[in-house]
Nanobody, 119 residues
Framework: QVQLVESGGGLVQAGGSLRLSCAAS????????IGWIRQVPGKEREFVAR????????YYADSVKGRFTISRDNAKNTVYLQMNSLKPEDTAVYFC????????????WGQGTQVTVSS
């Protein structure tokens, strides 16, 4: 069992930066890949980024590549999403989620944190 809690969301002007954190409980955290997924009300969830259990592999949506960076500190049971050069279209609720290594399905989800980018 893994419990996830996101933090770090807020209101920022276009061009600004935010760092989201995903804190996990559970001794098996380091064995899970972690993803960030965002959702705008009324729209489908959108993949943002994913990091492998070891941190050796990272994946990004084309829309955030070069602006966002995902990283993890397994000693702290935390995954980060550094978001730079934010755009109004990045406005969404951001969720972190845990998936077994290499599998597509996310088994555990956090409650989400709101990111609002003003123009």
């Amino acid at each position: 069992q893994v419990q996830l809690v996101e933090s770090g969301g807020g209101l920022v002007q276009a061009g600004g930066s935010l760092r989201l954190s995903c804190a996990a409980s559970g001794r098996t955290f380091s064995s899970y890949d972690i993803g960030w997924i965002r959702q705008v009300p009324g729209k489908e969830r959108e993949f943002v980024a994913r990091i492998s259990w070891s941190g050796d592999y990272t994946y990004y949506a084309d829309s955030v590549k070069g602006r966002f960076t995902i990283s993890r500190d397994n000693a702290k049971n935390t995954v980060y999403l550094q978001m730079n050069s934010l755009k109004p279209e990045d406005t969404a609720v951001y969720f972190c989620a845990a998936a077994q290594q290499g599998l597509y399905v996310y088994n555990y989800w956090g409650q989400g944190t709101q990111v609002t980018v003003s123009s």
